[in-house]
């Protein structure tokens, strides 16, 4: 039984993983909404953008290759949603799926 609480003296993050972005973004083309097979990063990292989750998205071949290293706005392509650094149960439901025993929503914040 647990007597007391320990604070653990971090914050925990969500690795940023391939994994992890086409989990937080459905495994869909944030451009598209095709199959996302690759990462694009909105801000190009050749134009001064950072490897963090909110300038991350999942993204499919076709999308990538239009987009290359350009900003959006010089192309025709458009967000479906601005991305966000993943909070709250990520973690979790990274481990036991999106559809976890119908018993253990109790113990999961709702996403």
Not at 99 to 110: F, I, R
């Amino acid at each position: 039984m647990l007597k007391y609480f320990v604070k653990a003296p971090y914050i925990r993050r969500v690795a940023l993983t391939k994994e992890n972005v086409f989990i937080r973004d459905n495994y869909e083309c944030q451009y598209c909404g095709a199959i996302a097979e690759s990462l694009d990063h909105v801000t190009p990292k050749s134009k001064g953008g950072s490897h963090e989750w909110s300038n991350v998205v999942a993204c499919c071949k076709k999308c990538n290759l239009v987009k290359a290293d350009k900003f959006i706005n010089q192309t025709n392509l458009k967000l479906k949603i601005s991305p966000f650094p993943p909070k709250g149960n990520f973690w979790v439901r990274t481990i036991i799926g999106n559809n976890p025993d119908p018993a253990w929503e109790v113990y999961l914040e709702t996403a």
